[in-house]
Each structure stands twice: as structure tokens, then as C-alpha cells.
């Protein structure tokens, strides 16, 4: 999305982009607060980390407990994007109550990285009026910088009848948004 039009409170609303960038204006909401701690993989337990992946992060608490905390590689939100965790703890490391696991893929360096740092002409220009906001930089289409990931979901109903045959009872597309900007 383009951050030069967003409010500082939208950026837990914005869907994120494949390749985000930090951003350069900083507001009070970037930081990890209580509006995004809950998007976060969060310990429950004191311990030490043994196995740290993509997939699985596990630890061994104070009573010699074996905690799993699964990620699921691509959870599907309520806008039909996606959200990819990556740990941020290290095989080995020291974990109190609290400490954050890992992060989704919209958080780098503990800060929001939903959008793509680009120039953004205001003026007038041939017509258009500041709304409209003119893209200065062809690097942005060629390398499909601002490209998102939207998955369709299609429920099927399928129904086996007597004869061993296979009847489509239901087909229902459900609610779908294209995110794909460029």
C-alpha cells in the first residue's frame, strides 16, 4: 500500500506487500504496542529455546518441560492475505514469561514494514488533483515491488450417492478482494 496516504492508525488494517521496506516517517504507533502485540507469537512460560524453525519453536521450561509452540506457515486472515511468522529466537537463547517468539511478516526490527518507501507528486498534473498520487519511479512496475498475495477461497460441497457416483451439491465463492497492487 502506499503509506503516504495512510493515517497512522491504519497500519493494522493495511494489508502487507511481499517485499515490505522499514519505513522513513515514524509515528507512535510503529513500535510493538498493544495494538499489534497480539498478532505476535508470544511465551507463556520461563525457559530455553532447543528448536527454533519456520514451523515449530519449542522450549524447555524451569520443571523440564517440553513447550511446542506451532506456526502455521500461511494463516489465512480476515482480508484473504496471508500471514507468514518468523521466529526471532535462536536455538539456545534464554526466554522469560512474555518475551516475543516470533513475528509476522509485516513486522521487521519490532516496527511495521507494511509498505514501500516511493516518491509522491501532490500537485497538479495533466488533470489529476492530489488524490490521485502519480507514481515517479518506473522501478516500481518493472520489478513488481508493490505486488501482495490474495488467495480465493471456494467452498464445495460434495455429496457420494448410491451408485458410487460423485454429486456437486453446492458450489459457493466466498467474499474475495483482489490486493494486488502495481
Not at 529455546?49 to 519449542?58: A, F, G, L, M, P
Not at 526471532?88 to 511495521?112: M, Q, T
Request: proline share 3%; glycine share 4%.
Amino acid at each position: 500500500m502506499c503509506r503516504s496516504l495512510m493515517g497512522s492508525k491504519m497500519h493494522t488494517q493495511a494489508i502487507p506487500i511481499l517485499h515490505p521496506d522499514s519505513q522513513n516517517v515514524y509515528t507512535k504507533y510503529t513500535k510493538i504496542n498493544n495494538l499489534i502485540s497480539n498478532k505476535c507469537v508470544i511465551s507463556y512460560s520461563c525457559g530455553v529455546v532447543i528448536y527454533s524453525t519456520n514451523y515449530k519453536i519449542t522450549i524447555v521450561d524451569n520443571f523440564n518441560r517440553y513447550i511446542n509452540y506451532y506456526m502455521f506457515p500461511y494463516n489465512i486472515t480476515d482480508y484473504n492475505g496471508y500471514t507468514r511468522y518468523k521466529p526471532i529466537v535462536w536455538k539456545g537463547e534464554r526466554i522469560s514469561i512474555g518475551s516475543i517468539l516470533a513475528v509476522p511478516c509485516d513486522i521487521n526490527n519490532l516496527e511495521f514494514t507494511l509498505g514501500f518507501n516511493n516518491i509522491v507528486n501532490y500537485s497538479f498534473y495533466y488533470g489529476y488533483e492530489h488524490e490521485d498520487a502519480i507514481v515517479l519511479n518506473k522501478k516500481l512496475v518493472y520489478k513488481n515491488l508493490l505486488a501482495s498475495l490474495e488467495l480465493n477461497i471456494t467452498d464445495i460441497n460434495l455429496a457420494h450417492i448410491y451408485d458410487n457416483h460423485i454429486e456437486l451439491l453446492v458450489y459457493k465463492q466466498t467474499k474475495t478482494n483482489t490486493y494486488l497492487y502495481i
